[in-house]
């Protein structure tokens, strides 16, 4: 089991990045996705999750009105578009099929800053 993430990068506050995890090892369409985020000193939380077909779509609070998860099944790929970025976003960005259990790649950092 394979997780890749991308997209990270440094943003001023109010602006969009786009992240994309492709998973691999796995039958991944069969299997809903998440995504994650952990901020130094804080404990990694779910922000948002995706069901295997894509019609089950939750979103942490802290974030519901700005990011926006989808999928490709044909690709193996999650996305995150996240919008109205928020310093507070700043954390280190992972995928994961919670079902699976925990199996993490390396993350993509995501800075929000001026």
């Known amino acids: 089991v394979q997780f890749v993430e991308s997209g990270g990068g440094l943003v001023e506050p109010g602006g969009s990045l786009r992240l994309s995890c492709a998973a691999s090892g796995f039958t991944v369409r069969l299997y809903a996705m998440g995504w994650y985020r952990q901020a130094p000193g804080n404990e990694r939380e779910l922000v948002a999750r995706?069901?295997?077909?894509?019609?089950?779509?939750n979103y942490a609070d802290s974030v519901k009105g700005r990011f926006s998860i989808s999928r490709d099944n044909a690709k193996n790929t999650v996305y995150l578009q996240m919008n109205s970025l928020k310093p507070e976003d700043t954390a280190v960005y992972y995928c994961?099929?919670?079902?699976?259990?925990?199996?993490w790649g390396q993350g993509t950092q995501v800075t929000v800053s001026s």
């Open positions: 995706i069901s295997s077909t894509g019609g089950g779509i």
């Open positions: 994961n099929a919670p079902s699976l259990g925990p199996y």
